[in-house]
């Protein structure tokens, strides 16, 4: 006796489940949505029978009719599918198949791709690297005076960037600078730099500025791993200013005279 109460002491006891179902029943495991489906499925299927028989409509559509719309009534209030009621089924169902399954694992290389330049406003209201010391060197000149139409004639060949000189880039020059890639027609803008070094080496993490003619800050990004400064924008003609920053290397302050907004070649800056 001892032995069979010990054991009975020892069973462990059913857990109870769904203690949060109190949808309201009224009868049996029948329930309000339940009825609700059923009646709205089976009247309206027989609102069909009742006008084709009229002859209201013709049988070759309200006999479907009634057949589909008694048949999802019945479907949806007496059918469960995997334990679950029909509709709930089906609304999960399509949440899982209309929901974004893929993740992408940010790796090193995505988050360099994505990383924000490191850049800081000056007491000037300018926008500089974050290494930049409080008083930054001006790469180039001081301002850059906007060209005459003397000066455009004059600049045939490319200018041999120097510290105390910036680089003007026009409609006579600028296809000195320019080169074709594969991807050209996937490219969003019209302003396309690529920084390299005199080897033709990329050089990424340069914090690019493009400023109007004005010296106002239009965009502003950092190159990549592939050295590529893309201002994602089809800008119109004018006299536009590119500066850039970087920790070890220095670039030329270029002027850019924009003449035809349809053209998408990136320019090669080299380093100084």
């Not at 965009?219 to 920790?247: C, S, V």
Request: with cysteine; hydrophobic share 40%.
């Amino acid at each position: 006796m001892k032995k069979i109460v010990k054991t009975a002491l020892m069973r462990q006891h059913p857990i109870p489940q769904n203690i949060l179902d109190i949808e309201f029943k009224l009868f049996t495991k029948f329930t309000l949505k339940e009825f609700a489906y059923l009646a709205i499925g089976l009247g309206f299927g027989g609102l069909m029978i009742y006008l084709t028989v009229k002859g209201i409509i013709p049988g070759i559509l309200g006999i479907p009719i009634f057949i589909f719309s008694s048949g999802a009534g019945i479907f949806l209030a007496l059918v469960p599918i995997n334990d679950q009621d029909a509709d709930l089924f089906l609304k999960n169902y399509v949440t899982a198949i209309t929901s974004p399954t893929q993740r992408v694992w940010m790796n090193k290389k995505i988050r360099d791709e994505r990383a924000k330049p490191l850049i800081k406003p000056t007491k000037e209201g300018t926008l500089v690297h974050k290494e930049t010391p409080e008083k930054p060197k001006i790469i180039g000149a001081t301002q850059i005076p906007e060209p005459t139409e003397k000066q455009e004639e004059q600049v045939k060949q490319p200018v041999t960037a120097t510290p105390a000189s910036f680089l003007q880039i026009n409609s006579e020059n600028i296809s000195a600078y320019q080169f074709s890639i594969k991807t050209l027609d996937s490219l969003p803008g019209n302003i396309n730099i690529w920084l390299c070094t005199k080897n033709m080496t990329p050089i990424p993490n340069v914090i690019a500025y493009l400023r109007d003619k004005k010296g106002k800050v239009l965009y502003a990004n950092k190159t990549g791993p592939n050295g590529y400064f893309l201002t994602n924008k089809m800008w119109d003609p004018g006299i536009y200013t590119l500066e850039f920053q970087h920790p070890q290397y220095q670039f030329p302050k270029v002027q850019l005279i924009l003449v035809d907004k349809n053209v998408k070649l990136p320019i090669k800056i080299n380093n100084i």
